[in-house]
T-cell receptor, first 112, second 114 residues
Framework: QQQVKQSPQSLIVQKGGIPIINCAYENTAFDYFPWYQQFPGKGPALLIAIRPDVSEKKEGRFTISFNKSAKQFSLHIMDSQPGDSATYFC???????????WGAGTKLIIKP | EAQVTQNPRYLITVTGKKLTVTCSQNMNHEYMSWYRQDPGLGLRQIYYSMNVEVTDKGDVPEGYKVSRKEKRNFPLILESPSPNQTSLYFC?????????????FGDGTRLSIL
């Protein structure tokens, strides 16, 4: 199976809280896992990415946690701000031709 | 400014009337791709191109055509559009087709097929 399952579909968090978005995959051949952020009227933009040889990666307030044995990875946003309100997509890269398989997306709202 | 430019941004048309959505990138990227975005389904790849004159089907290629005659341009062609092709379309490019490359997206084209 080539799917990437993302949850939740939507999420509302108070400013300063830590939203967590989860993704699960089935194909153990995936070897690159990016997160993209999309604002209304814009295309997705790469936020942060991880490879399965590390369990965690931080860039500013954004952290990816990766559990290879469970085939799951998640995005955490520390000290969330209203400007973080966007749709977030996880993805996994197919190693045969480097195509990205995308999760369904999570619409995140950070309340002031 | 490095960018991927799609045109038009919005289009309402009728079933069967051929249309082309243009995509151009100014970053000298080798890899280009077309996606459609539908609620609850994320992004699904339609076609991709690893380099000039090299194109291949993605996951949902039916009803679409592409060409890559120049490195910078990758138009998407709907020869006979149908209502089930109503969607938000994105063009993307990356430096190469090698793994782990960030994809740069255009701002999207919203197509409505009546």
């Amino acid at each position: 199976q080539q799917q990437v399952k993302q949850s939740p579909q939507s999420l509302i968090v108070q400013k300063g809280g830590i939203p967590i978005i989860n993704c699960a995959y089935e194909n153990t051949a995936f070897d690159y896992f990016p997160w993209y952020q999309q604002f209304p009227g814009k295309g997705p933009a790469l936020l942060i990415a991880i490879r399965p040889d590390v369990s965690e990666k931080k860039e500013g307030r954004f952290t990816i946690s990766f559990n290879k044995s469970a085939k799951q990875f998640s995005l955490h946003i520390m000290d969330s701000q209203p400007g973080d309100s966007a749709t977030y997509f996880c993805a996994a890269e197919r190693d045969s031709n480097y195509q990205l398989i995308w999760g369904a997306g999570t619409k995140l709202i950070i309340k002031p | 400014e490095a960018q991927v430019t799609q045109n038009p941004r919005y289009l309402i048309t009728v079933t069967g009337k051929k249309l082309t959505v243009t995509c151009s990138q100014n970053m000298n990227h080798e890899y280009m791709s077309w996606y459609r975005q539908d609620p609850g389904l994320g992004l699904r790849q339609i076609y991709y191109s690893m380099n000039v004159e090299v194109t291949d089907k993605g996951d949902v290629p039916e009803g679409y055509k592409v060409s890559r005659k120049e490195k910078r341009n990758f138009p998407l062609i709907l020869e006979s559009p149908s209502p089930n092709q109503t969607s938000l379309y994105f063009c993307a490019s990356s430096l190469s087709s090698m793994g782990g490359q960030p994809q740069h997206f255009g701002d999207g084209t919203r197509l409505s097929i009546l």
